[in-house]
């Protein structure tokens, strides 16, 4: 199976700030990458699939790249509907498994 | 649109089991596979299995297999999970999502709103 590991666990950052959020396979899933964002109460949503293309109707401000084991979501300019928590999943093989999350809070 | 509608909250004692529905709507039901996500509370995505609603083919996660079944009834676009021997800690909020799929990845694109599933004596 294809563990997911996402770091931070948490994040403290401002409005307006640059934030980037990683996820690291253990082994190569090429593109197969995809992020969503989740906030309380409610179900995930898709932002970023095959690791660097947008969902449809998501800001620009998101933005993820990466390939092989390595990748990153970044958020370029922090907007207070974005405090919320982020999860990889890998679709390059079953189980698709998912990261453990990165809350992003309000500092 | 696209829609997930599933089905409301349930209380189970441990030992029961429990059946989740999941409708769809606004898109070929067919045409997609469907996904079960599960979330234990203050805990992250947990991925169950599939289910191809065109051949009732299945793919369960290990951990799963044996007391997870997933089946759908073409006739109403319905998907459905159902997971017997409940214990305590299957507490959680369970997911269906449709997976579509690119030229380069496949990925949930669409999520039901969820449903709280309680396991207490």
């Known amino acids: 199976d294809i563990q997911m590991t996402q770091s931070p666990s948490s994040l403290s950052a401002s409005v307006g700030d640059r934030v980037t959020i990683t996820c690291r396979a253990s082994q190569s899933i090429s593109s197969y990458l995809n992020w969503y964002q989740q906030k309380p109460g409610k179900a995930p949503k898709l932002l970023i699939y095959?690791?660097?293309s947008l969902q449809s109707g998501v800001p620009s401000r998101f933005s993820g790249s990466g390939s092989g084991t390595d990748f990153t979501l970044t958020i370029s300019s922090l907007q207070p509907e974005d405090f919320a928590t982020y999860y990889c999943?890998?679709?390059?093989?079953?189980?698709?498994?998912f990261g453990q999350g990165t809350k992003l809070e309000i500092k | 649109q696209v829609q997930l509608v599933q089905s409301g909250a349930e209380v189970k004692k441990p030992g029961a089991s429990v059946k989740v529905s999941c409708k769809a709507s606004g898109y070929t039901f067919t045409g997609y596979y469907m996904h079960w996500v599960r979330q234990a509370p203050g805990q992250g995505l947990e991925w169950m299995g599939w289910?191809?609603?065109?051949?009732?083919?299945?793919n369960y996660a290990q951990k799963f297999q044996g007391w997870v079944t997933m089946t759908r009834d073409t006739s109403i676009s319905t998907a459905y999970m159902e997971l017997s021997r409940l214990r305590s800690d299957d507490t959680a909020v369970y997911y269906c999502a449709r997976e579509g799929c690119s030229s380069t990845s496949c990925y949930l694109d669409y999520w039901g709103q969820g449903t709280l599933v309680t396991v207490s004596s």
């Open positions: 999943q890998q679709s390059y093989s079953t189980p698709r498994s």
């Open positions: 289910i191809n609603p065109n051949s009732g083919g299945t």
């Open positions: 095959a690791a660097s």
